[in-house]
Structures are given as C-alpha cells and as structure tokens.
C-alpha cells in the first residue's frame, strides 16, 4: 500500500508494529532468551524495531503532507 501511496498504509504499518510488538513481548516472556546469543538477539530486536518505527514515521509523514491518498 505504501508503494502505491494509500492513506491505509499509515494503519497498517502501524498494526505490524503492534503485532510484532505483542507476539515478540510474548515470545520473550514464554521462552525467555536463549543463553548463549543473548545479546546478539536483543540487538537485533532494537534494530528491527527501530526500522519498523521509522518505516511507520516516514509513511505518517507523508500522510501528514498529504501525498498519500
């Protein structure tokens, strides 16, 4: 959607931070992390959030200059 400038696209991206939020949060809390690769998974898990998050700001503000439609 964000490829053919929807205004939906905003939403979505928005429910995939959520969800992944959500499903990592509970995956987090039902396994824990695995011992040995400890800090190279939660390293990646601020680098993938933080794509994502910038990924969902970039699409808002192009909604907000009103060049999706």
Known sequence: MLF???RIAVKLFLATLLLNFVATGHDLV???LPPPG?????F???I???MLVLIC???WR????HVLT
């Open 38 to 42: 400890g800090a190279v998974i939660l």
């Open 48 to 50: 993938g959030f933080g």
């Open 4 to 6: 053919r400038l929807r």
């Open 57 to 59: 700001l970039y699409a």
């Open 30 to 32: 039902s396994k824990g």
């Open 44 to 46: 990646s898990l601020i």
């Open 62 to 65: 192009l909604e907000r200059r």
